[in-house]
């Protein structure tokens, strides 16, 4: 591996930076690299590139040094050079207007700096929630052998008997709050054990569907998107996944032989077999259209009803992630999937899923937590998309998190123009609303101010939530949180900030939602929505500069993974 005279452009060799002369480029990349100590044995080895995502703004990879340097130490001991690069890291509840509007920038600096830089190979660490997309996605559009270190799921804490976990007891608790059955002391102290270690949330939420789906895309190694962030497991995974780079680097394992129609197929299998979150659809359909793949949502239901939920994980059940990991993680679930997968495959260890499966019978499985196939925790998958004239583009529902008894419903909207108004009145006594009207929020899509935050979990009205309401439809363009619960109707595309149908609904309208149907239709005229349409300005903000002017200008729509336009391969 330290052969120096190999033509093949490689290690520190590899994109040299243009000064009119390759030697002389050369020989000033390695005097400057001497300068940080290596001997010639070491520039002479191949470079494995290591994203570093910490940050004090991101509480979930607080870990994130620890397991760089076991990765380091993988690479070195298989023979390669380990540099870690910084990139930008996106800590959830630090990101304002939300993370989502940087996901994108993350992919970016991602990729430009997997290409710019010399490497073979790249090790991804990361894990809160925008991260791993942003981080595929990067990979996916950089195309050089990628391996995925995520960072892992939070322990949960135990407080007066009670197990908490971030971040689906984060709301259920704070609902308690907020109808009046808790007090300002109590939460208060429920605020404190909610996230006490290093890690991603606690439960199945866009952070821990997003490991699961890496893992299912072969992007991971076998077995380890569900160690907790803070087991020995992990540091022992993170120093396999450096010495698997070099493997990937020679065996030319790119992102693009991984990720393919197939294995997005699978990854979808996983995220309705999961009860995974409806954020995971977005973030998988940009990831895919990164190698030119396209996830239909028509495509999505048909798996959907095919794909039944075996994981009894919160929100949709009632375990957490290393209850998870205990019971035999991503693997176990892969092998109760088997006959629905495909199974030829390759993953980053160069065998096929096939291959993998075969290796890992006989393992114990937790079947409280992970069912088996005939035996499921729900029958169908817990997504589902909807179609119809509120929603042409469509829309998504968690239903594996919902309410089925308010799956089949024509009802009053009543409307909330934006979040400001919807903050403004959503509690105001003398708010015009029965448990059994439909709540809509406008005006947080993509292309809206709020540039679709995880808002879409609208909050019961507090005289609603006083009286002892814990559900009712609730229809946005916004997102939702991977944690949360509730009938709640995501990504209405198109939004109505750009003039979507959803833009003209008025308080009084009815609005029919059948789920068994796949509609969600505004029941007004034709003539009437004209006479709205003219009189209604759109929302869209229009920024004239930075980044707020690139992301306005080039940003799709939900059911394009909200990428930017120019970034689809
Ligand atoms: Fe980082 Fe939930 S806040 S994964």
């Not at 952070?207 to 087991?231: D, F, K």
Request: aromatic share 4%.
């Amino acid at each position: 591996m330290a052969d120096d005279n190999n033509d093949e452009p490689r290690g520190l060799r590899r994109g040299l930076t243009n000064y009119g002369d390759r030697d002389f480029s050369l020989y000033l990349r390695r005097s400057f690299a001497r300068s940080m100590g290596y001997s010639t044995d070491m520039l002479n080895r191949p470079v494995v590139g290591i994203t570093n995502t910490h940050s004090g703004f991101n509480n979930c990879h607080r870990h994130l040094p620890e397991l760089v340097e076991a990765v380091k130490r993988g690479v070195l001991a298989a023979g390669g050079l380990p540099l870690e690069f910084p990139t930008i890291s996106l800590g959830e509840p630090y990101l304002s207007p939300t993370s989502l509007m940087f996901r994108n920038l993350m992919s970016m600096d991602t990729e430009e700096m997997i290409r710019a830089q010399p490497m073979d190979a790249v090790v991804l660490v990361g894990g809160c929630d925008k991260t791993v997309p942003a981080q595929l996605m990067g990979a996916a559009s950089a195309d050089l052998p990628a391996v995925y270190l995520l960072a892992g799921p939070m322990l949960t804490h135990r407080q007066d008997g009670e197990r908490l976990g971030a971040c689906t007891d984060c709301r259920r608790w704070w609902g308690e709050y907020r109808g009046g059955r808790i007090d300002k002391a109590r939460i208060e102290q429920i605020e404190g054990g909610l996230a006490t270690t290093a890690g991603t949330c606690a439960v199945m939420g866009t952070a821990s569907t997003m490991a699961c789906i890496t893992e299912a895309l072969g992007l991971a190694l076998p077995g380890t998107a569900a160690i907790p962030a803070v087991h020995a497991a992990r540091l022992r995974a993170a120093e396999a996944s450096g010495m698997q780079a070099l493997a990937a680097a020679r065996q030319d394992l790119r992102p693009s032989r991984l990720i393919t129609a197939r294995s997005v197929e699978n990854a979808l299998r996983v995220l309705l077999a999961v009860g995974g979150s409806t954020n995971a659809v977005i973030h998988l359909t940009a990831v895919a259209r990164r190698v030119g793949i396209d996830v239909s949502l028509d495509r999505l239901n048909t798996l959907s009803d095919e794909t039944p939920v075996l994981v009894n994980l919160k929100p949709s059940g009632s375990h957490y992630m290393e209850d998870f990991f205990a019971a035999g993680g991503v693997g176990a679930l892969l092998r109760e999937l088997k006959p629905l997968l495909h199974l030829d495959g390759l993953t980053i260890t160069g065998e096929t899923l096939e291959q993998r499966l075969a290796a890992e019978t006989g393992t114990w499985v937790d079947r409280d937590v992970i069912r088996p196939l005939d035996d499921p925790y729900e029958p169908v998958g817990g997504l589902v998309a909807l179609f119809g004239s509120l929603a042409p583009g469509g829309a998504i529902l968690k239903r594996s998190a919902a309410d089925a008894g308010l799956f089949e419903k024509d009802a009053r909207a009543v409307v909330f123009a934006s979040l400001e108004d919807l903050a403004a009145r959503v509690d105001d006594p003398d708010l015009d609303i029965s448990a059994d009207d439909i709540m809509v929020l406008q005006n947080a899509g993509p292309r809206s101010a709020a540039a679709m935050p995880e808002a879409g979990y609208l909050p019961i009205p507090k005289k609603l939530a006083q009286a002892g309401l814990k559900d009712m439809v609730r229809i946005s363009d916004a997102r939702m949180s991977g944690t949360a619960f509730g009938t709640i109707v995501l990504h209405v595309t198109p939004e109505a900030a750009i003039g979507g149908p959803l833009a003209y609904v008025r308080t009084g309208d009815r609005i029919r939602l059948s789920v068994k149907n796949r509609r969600l239709d505004l029941l007004v005229d034709e003539a009437t929505l004209a006479q709205r349409r003219a009189a209604t300005p759109l929302a869209a903000t229009a920024p004239t500069r930075g980044y707020a002017k690139l992301y306005a200008d080039h940003v799709t729509q939900a059911d394009q993974g909200v990428d930017f336009d120019f970034l689809g391969s």
